[in-house]
């Protein structure tokens, strides 16, 4: 069965910093991405950042590019997305997926975390 799990999210002052950890288990976690997406109140869900294990390659849309970086761990096998220079507009539930390619289409889903930016 295929199970991810995200933990890290949390309330932080605007310009602070979070770091969020997307546990893997129920597939060969080498083969496949790993996407973050967020989805804030009354809007959709986007894609944030993915990382294609296999590759080696990682993306990133626009609005969180020089702020936010995505790195996987293959011995835990675990993703992270560290969070810098964090606005309020970055305020949403944060899931991790699983992708066979970063194209923002998931074959998974996390449950989700909460991340909240205060002004």
């Known amino acids: 069965e295929v199970q991810l799990v995200e933990s890290g999210g949390g309330l932080v002052q605007a310009g602070g910093s979070l770091r969020l950890s997307c546990a893997t288990s129920?597939?060969?976690?080498?083969?496949?991405?790993i996407a973050w997406f967020r989805q804030a109140p009354g809007k959709e869900r986007e894609g944030v950042s993915c990382?294609?294990?296999?590759?080696?390659?990682?993306d990133y849309k626009d609005f969180v590019k020089g702020r936010f970086t995505i790195s996987s761990d293959s011995d835990e096998p675990t993703v992270y997305l560290q969070m810098n220079n964090l606005k309020p507009e970055d305020t949403a539930v944060y899931y991790c997926?699983?992708?066979?390619?970063?194209?923002?289409?998931?074959?998974?889903w996390g449950q989700g975390t909460q991340v909240t930016v205060s002004s």
């Open positions: 997926a699983a992708l066979l390619f970063c194209d923002y289409v998931p074959f998974a």
């Open positions: 129920g597939f060969s976690f080498a083969d496949y991405s």
């Open positions: 990382i294609d294990n296999s590759e080696d390659s990682t």
